[in-house]
């Protein structure tokens, strides 16, 4: 038998270095696999899983395997990527006790070391709460309330009726169309550009270049960073995120000092978020720095998204030809043919809405949802589970959106479950489009008049119906792959051509 004291001082400390390894190893793996927390009562339950590495979620659509495992473990589960537990939420009244009751300890964010490299630390999207995340979250807020958000309406109104006349022209291109309309509404309402923006301008393929990256670090355990986060401070890793930081930097950096040297020149630029920032710079306390990137945030965040929640919402309008009937049938009656609709018709259109709010969970934006992170232990009483303190928090807004109990038949696609008996709007039914509690989206006002104003001016403009020979990727839109989803929408004018353009180039004849 070998004995430790037999050994040269040299390979006893060997031996005994290689014990220490193995026991933190063990002590590590073993912390991660724990299925209780430090008071006793158990972690939601957790699929079976042998891998160091954590749970396998497929790079292609993962929130296709959390709902499986949620059908299968119940409305709450943890997986683990790396030694990080992750719990997931996938039902409705969940999410509701947890995110939306419990929102002040969820509104932290979890470290994501990878996209603190890809920002700098500087997107509010990232931001850890505390000082800085409050003075970003109460810039924005001021500025996209609803009643500063109905400002825009005049603005939406006039972009969206270029998306109509884009589409009469060039219909095949209907997916570069709505980018633009988003693009130019979210530079307008960021800088005050007044110029259109198409999405092949250098800015808006910088910016999409960016989200795509964002998109992939909020992968749980798409880098090593996230489990190992000193490996940021190696200076040959990570080079493609630092890299990216830099050209936003420089971009939003350009974006707001054009602005700045307009206001200092007298230029008249209309109101604008960066605007308000820049007059506002003493009271919001926020350094040149942060104003580069809030602003920018605020552009990257509204573009893609808002596209992609339109391109969602003309999809099932071509898939559903029924459905789409309906709602025309309610044009019809309520405005007729030879005016286009507005904002005013909103409340006497409750067919439109319901239908949005349908294409919107049938298809959720962001399926996975974005990570939220507890600041204290949180017991969930009706299986009482605990979260503890630390953990990071994702609702699946995949999984919620099959929650059969909320929304029977979740695979149907049937907006008449929004509406009440009484023909109305149902108040007691909502689906998490924007996400949740203190992190909820705070760009929702803006983005929902859009998609709004969007959907009710081609769906009155055009019967939408499919090119059966061409192949349909219903879940593109979802991964925002735009403009290169395959999506063959037809567009047939339901006014004569001549009607419609006389009808676009007057609109909006009323507010
Ligand atoms: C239909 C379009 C949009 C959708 C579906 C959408 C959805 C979301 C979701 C799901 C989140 C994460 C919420 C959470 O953590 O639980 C979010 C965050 C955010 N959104 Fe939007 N959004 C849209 C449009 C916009 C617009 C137009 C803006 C800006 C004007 C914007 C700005 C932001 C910002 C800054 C955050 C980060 C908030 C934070 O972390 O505190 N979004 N959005």
């Given at each position: 038998m070998l004995l430790l004291s037999s050994l040269p001082i040299s390979d006893n400390t060997q031996l005994v270095l290689d014990v220490a390894v193995c026991l933190v190893v063990v002590v590590v793996i073993a912390r991660a696999y724990c299925p209780r927390s430090k008071n006793g009562l158990p972690l939601p339950p957790s699929p079976p899983n042998w891998r160091l590495m954590g749970h396998f979620l497929p790079p292609r659509n993962p929130f296709l395997t959390v709902a499986e495992w949620i059908d299968e473990y119940g409305p709450l589960i943890t997986i683990r990527a790396g030694t990080e537990k992750v719990v997931i939420i996938g039902r409705y009244k969940a999410a509701v006790d947890i995110m939306e009751k419990r929102g002040g300890v969820l509104a932290d964010r979890p470290p994501m070391s990878a996209g603190q490299m890809l920002t700098g630390g500087m997107t509010i999207a990232f931001a850890r709460t505390g000082d800085r995340f409050r003075r970003m979250r109460r810039a924005l807020h001021t500025h996209l309330q609803p009643k500063a958000a109905e400002a825009y309406q005049p603005l939406q109104m006039l972009f969206a009726k270029n998306t109509v006349l884009n589409i009469l022209d060039d219909p095949s291109n209907f997916q570069n169309h709505v980018i633009s309309y988003a693009v130019t509404t979210i530079l307008t309402v960021t800088y005050g550009k007044a110029t259109p923006t198409s999405a092949a301008d250098p800015e808006v393929r910088a910016v999409r270049q960016l989200m795509s990256v964002f998109?992939?670090?909020?992968?749980?355990?798409?880098?090593?960073?996230?489990?190992?986060?000193?490996?940021?401070?190696?200076?040959?890793?990570?080079?493609?995120?630092?890299?990216?930081?830099?050209?936003?930097?420089?971009?939003?950096?350009?974006?707001?000092?054009?602005?700045?040297?307009?206001?200092?020149?007298?230029?008249?630029?209309?109101?604008?978020?960066?605007?308000?920032?820049?007059?506002?710079?003493?009271?919001?306390?926020?350094?040149?720095?942060?104003?580069?990137?809030?602003?920018?945030?605020?552009?990257?965040?509204?573009?893609?998204?808002?596209?992609?929640?339109?391109?969602?919402?003309?999809?099932?309008?071509?898939?559903?030809?029924?459905?789409?009937?309906?709602?025309?049938?309610?044009?019809?009656?309520?405005?007729?043919?030879?005016?286009?609709?507005?904002?005013?018709?909103?409340?006497?259109?409750?067919?439109?809405?319901?239908?949005?709010?349908?294409?919107?969970?049938?298809?959720?934006?962001?399926?996975?949802?974005?990570?939220?992170?507890?600041?204290?232990?949180?017991?969930?009483?009706?299986?009482?589970?605990?979260?503890?303190?630390?953990?990071?928090?994702?609702?699946?807004?995949?999984?919620?959106?099959?929650?059969?109990?909320?929304?029977?038949?979740?695979?149907?696609?049937?907006?008449?479950?929004?509406?009440?008996?009484?023909?109305?709007?149902?108040?007691?039914?909502?689906?998490?489009?924007?996400?949740?509690?203190?992190?909820?989206?705070?760009?929702?006002?803006?983005?929902?008049?859009?998609?709004?104003?969007?959907?009710?001016?081609?769906?009155?403009?055009?019967?939408?119906?499919?090119?059966?020979?061409?192949?349909?990727?219903?879940?593109?839109?979802?991964?925002?792959?735009?403009?290169?989803?395959?999506?063959?929408?037809?567009?047939?004018?339901?006014?004569?051509?001549?009607?419609?353009?006389?009808?676009m180039h007057n609109y909006p004849e009323v507010e």
């Open positions: 998109r992939t670090v909020l992968r749980p355990g798409a880098y090593w960073v996230d489990t190992i986060p000193w490996l940021r401070y190696l200076p040959w890793y990570g080079r493609k995120l630092k890299r990216e930081f830099e050209s936003n930097r420089k971009l939003f950096a350009n974006q707001m000092n054009r602005l700045r040297h307009q206001l200092q020149s007298h230029v008249d630029v209309g109101p604008s978020f960066g605007r308000y920032l820049l007059e506002n710079e003493h009271l919001l306390g926020l350094s040149e720095l942060e104003m580069h990137f809030l602003s920018g945030t605020f552009f990257a965040a509204g573009s893609d998204s808002s596209a992609a929640a339109i391109c969602t919402v003309l999809m099932a309008a071509a898939c559903f030809p029924v459905e789409q009937a309906k709602v025309q049938a309610e044009f019809d009656a309520v405005v007729g043919r030879h005016r286009a609709p507005t904002f005013a018709d909103q409340q006497s259109l409750p067919l439109l809405c319901a239908f949005i709010s349908e294409a919107l969970r049938w298809r959720p934006l962001g399926p996975n949802g974005f990570p939220h992170r507890t600041t204290k232990d949180v017991i969930w009483a009706s299986e009482n589970y605990c979260i503890p303190a630390g953990t990071t928090v994702l609702g699946s807004h995949w999984a919620i959106s099959r929650d059969s109990e909320v929304y029977p038949d979740p695979d149907v696609f049937q907006p008449q479950r929004w509406i009440n008996d009484q023909g109305r709007l149902r108040e007691d039914l909502a689906f998490f489009v924007f996400g949740f509690g203190r992190r909820i989206c705070p760009g929702l006002h803006l983005a929902n008049r859009s998609v709004w104003i969007n959907s009710v001016l081609l769906f009155w403009a055009f019967q939408l119906t499919l090119d059966p020979t061409k192949p349909l990727d219903d879940m593109g839109f979802m991964r925002v792959e735009m403009p290169h989803v395959s999506c063959p929408i037809v567009f047939t004018p339901r006014v004569s051509d001549v009607e419609l353009r006389r009808i």
